[in-house]
């Protein structure tokens, strides 16, 4: 089996690579299907055959558990580390008890330090906006660091007595006995590789703004100190790429530069409803990058049309934002595209854009045409389609184009 290679950052593919997938729990199997066959397709019209994808099946969530009694068992674990790149499903996590993340889990094995959720509205779907083609927009999230990391202890275990105490012989601060204890943490050296990586893509991709998000002016020594990293980085390592929004008003040149503002958190939800065409690229710590992409994707209608990527320096996870919905699961009418356009950045990061590209353009014909699954249909006024029935039109009209 052919794996994929990692140096310095840099994806080396070779012409068949073994690339494991999580089929998920809920409606996560039938649409983690659904978008392997339309990546397949998209790869063999592209290449005439000549690259092909080695999908391997690793077990994790409700699956896992019921075949091997653990939700994430080792030999899951050994896999992922030798392959280091996965198509993902969504995986339930329970609120407020049971089992930790196995999402999180893999997020921190591989290191995948950057959340990555491009949101762009296609002509077709139902917003809520009255302009929402102006919504273009890509988030990048710190992945790694933040309550995320999930340091939290319940209000009577001895850990929770432990820091409570120490709290109060050591900082006079006094917390109450009935406190469950999260800790925050955000590094800069974390704050530093996701700033780098946000403001190459701007770079690169000739994006125009990186707004920095932050609840600084409370959380003055985590958020805060994020806001101050993020710039410190910018303005140190992309001195000719940058001109912060303060310098612009005061007269700076914009022509060929990124613009650098920051936006305190709560705000920001405001600003991207109300003026969303001044966002552009979009750099958080964890929790506010959670935010933020859901709220974002509520802009263009629907968040199961919106895939994410988990990239680190040396390996990726891929998968759509949105939850296992197990009321819909088993029935044929979930909408796959979120998890197709997971796989749509995978084929990005792997450097095969001709099938990426292909993927995009099908999806954005499909739903002009209104064939489209019973989420958007309902809006449209149309018959919906099943999945496997929206999976075969993508794929045949990808047929189409070769």
Same mark, same amino acid.
């Given at each position: 089996?052919?794996?994929?290679?990692? =140096?310095?950052?840099?994806?080396? %593919?070779?012409? *068949?690579?073994?690339? &494991?997938?999580?089929?998920?729990?809920?409606?996560?199997?039938?649409?983690?299907?659904?978008?392997?066959?339309?990546?397949? !397709? $998209?790869?063999?019209?592209?290449?005439?055959?000549?690259?092909?994808?080695?999908?391997?099946?690793?077990?994790?969530?409700?699956?896992?558990?019921?075949?091997?009694?653990?939700?994430?068992?080792?030999?899951?674990?050994?896999?992922?580390?030798?392959?280091?790149? @996965?198509?993902?499903?969504? &995986?339930? !996590?329970?609120?407020?008890?049971?089992?930790?993340?196995?999402?999180?889990?893999?997020?921190?094995?591989? +290191?995948?330090? /950057?959340?990555?959720?491009? %949101?762009?509205?296609?002509?077709?779907?139902?917003?809520?906006?009255?302009?929402?083609?102006?919504?273009?927009?890509?988030?990048?999230?710190?992945?790694?660091?933040? &309550?995320?990391?999930?340091?939290?202890?319940?209000?009577?275990?001895?850990?929770?007595?432990?820091? #409570?105490?120490?709290?109060?012989?050591?900082?006079?601060?006094?917390?109450?006995?009935?406190?469950?204890?999260?800790?925050?943490?955000?590094?800069? $050296?974390?704050?530093?590789?996701? !700033?780098?990586?946000?403001?190459?893509?701007?770079?690169?991709?000739?994006?125009?703004?990186?707004?920095?998000?932050?609840?600084?002016?409370?959380?003055?020594? !985590?958020?805060?100190?994020?806001?101050?990293?993020?710039?410190?980085?910018?303005?140190?390592?992309?001195?000719? *790429? /940058?001109?912060?929004?303060?310098?612009?008003?005061?007269?700076?040149?914009?022509?060929?530069?990124?613009? %650098?503002?920051?936006?305190?958190?709560?705000?920001?939800?405001? =600003?991207?409803?109300? #003026?969303?065409?001044?966002?552009?690229? @979009?750099?958080?710590? *964890?929790?506010?990058?959670?935010?933020?992409? +859901?709220?974002?994707?509520?802009?263009?209608?629907?968040?199961?049309?919106?895939?994410?990527?988990?990239?680190?320096?040396?390996?990726?996870?891929?998968?759509?934002?949105?939850?296992?919905?197990?009321?819909?699961?088993?029935?044929? %009418?979930? *909408?796959?595209?979120?998890?197709? #356009?997971?796989?749509?950045?995978?084929?990005?990061?792997?450097?095969?854009?001709? /099938?990426?590209?292909?993927?995009?353009?099908?999806?954005?014909?499909?739903?002009?045409?209104?064939?489209?699954? =019973?989420?958007? $249909? #309902?809006?449209?006024?149309?018959?919906?389609?099943?999945?496997?029935?929206?999976?075969?039109?993508?794929?045949?009209?990808?047929?189409? =184009?070769?």
């Amino acid at each position: 089996m052919a794996k994929i290679k990692f =140096q310095n950052g840099k994806w080396d %593919v070779p012409s *068949n690579p073994t690339i &494991l997938y999580i089929e998920g729990d809920g409606i996560g199997p039938e649409i983690t299907r659904a978008a392997m066959k339309v990546i397949d !397709t $998209a790869v063999r019209v592209a290449y005439s055959g000549s690259r092909q994808i080695e999908w391997k099946e690793v077990l994790a969530g409700d699956k896992a558990n019921q075949e091997k009694g653990d939700r994430f068992p080792q030999e899951t674990k050994d896999a992922i580390e030798e392959y280091r790149v @996965i198509l993902k499903g969504p &995986l339930q !996590t329970p609120i407020g008890k049971g089992w930790k993340s196995v999402n999180v889990a893999i997020r921190l094995m591989l +290191d995948l330090y /950057a959340n990555i959720r491009p %949101v762009r509205y296609i002509n077709g779907i139902e917003s809520p906006l009255k302009n929402a083609e102006k919504v273009d927009m890509i988030i990048f999230r710190e992945n790694t660091d933040d &309550l995320y990391r999930g340091i939290e202890y319940i209000y009577d275990s001895n850990e929770a007595k432990m820091i #409570r105490q120490f709290m109060k012989d050591k900082l006079n601060v006094e917390i109450e006995e009935d406190t469950g204890i999260g800790i925050k943490v955000i590094s800069r $050296a974390k704050t530093q590789r996701i !700033t780098r990586l946000a403001m190459r893509y701007a770079v690169e991709k000739k994006r125009k703004k990186v707004t920095i998000m932050h609840k600084g002016n409370v959380m003055k020594y !985590t958020e805060g100190a994020f806001r101050e990293w993020a710039y410190e980085t910018i303005l140190k390592e992309f001195r000719e *790429n /940058a001109v912060t929004e303060d310098e612009m008003s005061q007269g700076a040149k914009v022509e060929g530069k990124v613009i %650098v503002n920051d936006r305190i958190a709560d705000n920001m939800f405001q =600003q991207i409803i109300l #003026r969303p065409d001044e966002y552009d690229v @979009i750099l958080a710590p *964890n929790v506010n990058g959670d935010y933020i992409s +859901d709220a974002a994707g509520a802009l263009v209608g629907n968040i199961g049309m919106l895939g994410g990527a988990n990239i680190g320096d040396d390996g990726g996870m891929f998968e759509a934002i949105h939850g296992t919905a197990p009321k819909y699961a088993g029935k044929n %009418v979930a *909408n796959p595209t979120g998890i197709i #356009r997971g796989g749509e950045l995978m084929l990005n990061f792997m450097g095969w854009y001709e /099938a990426s590209n292909l993927i995009e353009k099908v999806i954005e014909k499909v739903i002009e045409k209104k064939k489209v699954t =019973q989420d958007i $249909a #309902r809006f449209m006024n149309v018959n919906p389609l099943s999945t496997s029935e929206f999976t075969d039109i993508l794929c045949k009209e990808m047929e189409t =184009q070769s």
